[in-house]
């Protein structure tokens, strides 16, 4: 029995499925709160914010209303009308003293550029810049007809004092226009600094990451957050492929800039066509929230360790009692019937304890019983055997009978008597069941020296003994059944060729093997699968044939040892022994006391 994996132990599994029980609640309550909490945010915040950047653009349409109406007051003016367009009523002095009224009269405006066909004059009336523009060429303006134009906001230069800066200025422009005669005049154009712009949008930063847009009619940027941006072409921006498919005056919309979710809040200006947009991280808004999100997250995983902590010193608990029975187990497996599981509990899995205890007394008591059983059948076969003949008395009328073959001169019956009186020597012997493997080499020459009377000398044997193996001790009467059936079955069916038999003996390690072979018929795979069986019908020459050698071999020395046996028809047949090697009789006792215990 293998040892069980840890993942795939009844502890781990106990404690996975207490952490389970114990988190997946817990974490179902924190996606729900974090999914529940962060779409209530999603619509306060854009309800709120909807509203704000929509006042920032009716706030700047009343800003530009206002310019409107300052410019119609301009243009309405027939002072101004008779300035530019009579020159004889044009004044220099009083002209500039008007336009400079009109300048000062708005604190928002930086400038008026007044330009006069009648006089393809320029003048401009407050900052002074480097490089004042010329708004009499614009494109925009010539294709006008006296509407109002909202030119691009750009940077200039304007001087103070002794130095330089740079500004951004968004214009206001239109043609000047005789109502009467609907002839041109010329061009009147106000600047506004684009701060102004900034100015009114500045309540939608209160986000740290948020930034404001007003683009123009013309896809521009006209005034942002960021100063970078002003006069960038929307085209390609992330937000302007979710702005284009809006179709309400206000309102939101959700878009990826390639890093992370946006969230963009838009307004349209009826007056300018403008397009006032807001554009925030969706995390910015999640804050507050990430941070308690967090600090659930932070208590979930402290819990999760507790539940670990807690669940294996449970799982431990109500589990040891199954490894310590597991580890008895394979124990008894590996053929220890000592082990008794111990520190027993009085619960279901103490009683479990406690039943495979007792079985496995049984079990030792059983196999007890068993090896007695099987000792006593073989010595009482033993007996049975011996007693078939009457030992004292055959030995001594053999003994009168080879004497009288001597006087006679029948020398061949005389050594078979001999031998056979050898045999019978060691077979009457009844207290000594182990003897030298050289006193069983010896005891198989006597049985063959009568067998060549028998067979007419129509077999051979050879020995090949290794001299260390000759003082090893085997149970007696274990090489001659082998032989016997050697002969019996390969004379018989061997008719007209000569069999040859040959006993080879070697020390392996700590074991002995002994080898005889035959070039008899061999053995079928059928009849050599029977070999070994305990079916009585099956005929084994005698209750000493293989089966019984190899019963004997096993019931001293453990099923480690015993016989095998190799052989295919028409190639022979090699039978192999293989018991320990001991070296004298006191070892031999005690291996077998070792096999009983």
Not at 144 to 157: A, H, M, P
């Amino acid at each position: 029995m293998q040892g069980v994996k840890f993942y795939n132990s009844l502890r781990f599994k106990v404690a996975i499925l207490a952490i389970i029980i114990a988190a997946l609640p817990a974490l179902i309550v924190y996606l729900v709160y974090a999914n529940v909490t962060r779409r209530v945010i999603m619509e306060k915040y854009t309800q709120t914010a909807v509203q704000s950047v929509y006042e920032v653009g009716r706030n700047i349409d009343l800003l530009m209303t206002g310019l409107i109406e300052y410019s119609d007051i301009i243009l309405t003016s027939q002072d101004f009308l008779t300035s530019i367009q009579d020159v004889t009523q044009f004044n220099s002095a009083s002209f500039s003293a008007m336009m400079r009224n009109y300048y000062i009269s708005r604190e928002d405006i930086d400038g008026l550029y007044v330009y006069s066909s009648m006089f393809d004059r320029s003048n401009y009336f407050g900052v002074s810049k480097t490089d004042p523009t010329e708004y009499k060429d614009d494109p925009q303006i010539n294709d006008s007809n006296g509407e109002i134009v909202w030119l691009n906001t750009k940077q200039e230069k304007i001087k103070i004092l002794s130095g330089q800066f740079d500004k951004n200025y968004f214009t206001f422009a239109r043609k000047i226009i005789d109502l009467n005669s609907l002839r041109y005049l010329g061009v009147l154009a106000i600047d506004l600094e684009e701060q102004v712009l900034t100015s009114a949008s500045a309540g939608l930063l209160s986000e740290s990451e948020a930034q404001v847009f007003m683009i123009s009619d013309e896809q521009t940027i006209i005034s942002a957050s960021d100063k970078n941006l002003i006069g960038t072409p929307t085209e390609g921006m992330a937000y302007m492929s979710g702005l284009s498919k809006q179709k309400a005056s206000n309102g939101y919309y959700l878009f990826n800039d390639g890093s992370e979710e946006m969230i963009s809040i838009y307004a349209f200006s009826p007056v300018t066509d403008w397009v006032i947009v807001k554009t925030v991280p969706t995390r910015s808004l999640y804050t507050e929230i990430i941070t308690l999100e967090k600090a659930l997250l932070y208590g979930m995983l402290g819990f999760a360790v507790f539940s670990l902590l807690l669940a294996m010193i449970a799982s431990r608990f109500f589990t040891r009692p199954i490894m310590q029975l597991a580890q008895s187990m394979r124990g008894v497996e590996k053929g220890d019937l000592s082990i008794r599981v111990k520190k027993l509990r009085k619960d279901e899995l103490g009683q479990l304890g406690t039943s495979f205890n007792y079985m496995i007394a049984e079990m030792n008591q059983l196999i007890d019983r068993l090896i007695l059983k099987e000792r006593q059948k073989k010595e009482i076969e033993m007996e049975v055997l011996r007693a078939q003949i009457n030992p004292h008395f055959l030995y001594n009328t053999l003994n009168t009978i080879s004497w009288m073959a001597k006087i006679r001169g029948a020398e061949n019956i005389s050594e078979a008597i001999a031998a056979l009186i050898k045999l019978l020597r060691v077979s009457i012997n009844l207290g000594k069941d182990n003897i030298t493997l050289d006193e069983e080499i010896e005891y198989v020459k006597n049985y063959c020296l009568i067998q060549q009377l028998r067979f007419n000398n129509h077999f051979e044997i050879s020995y090949d003994i290794e001299a260390k193996a000759k003082a090893c001790t085997i149970p007696k009467l274990i090489l001659q059944p082998i032989v016997e059936n050697s002969l019996i079955y390969g004379s018989e069916q061997h008719s007209g060729n000569y069999l040859c038999i040959s006993i080879c003996a070697r020390l392996i390690n700590s074991d002995l093997e002994i080898v005889v072979t035959d070039n008899g018929p061999g053995i079928d795979s059928k009849r050599l699968e029977t070999i070994f069986a305990e079916d009585p019908s099956v005929d084994r020459l005698s209750k000493v044939g293989l089966n019984n050698v190899h019963q004997r071999i096993q019931l001293n020395y453990g099923a480690e040892y015993g016989l095998a046996i190799e052989s295919k028809p028409g190639e022979g047949t090699e039978v192999i022994i293989h018991v320990p090697c001991i070296y004298n009789l006191t070892e031999a006792k005690g291996e077998q006391e070792q096999v009983q215990e």
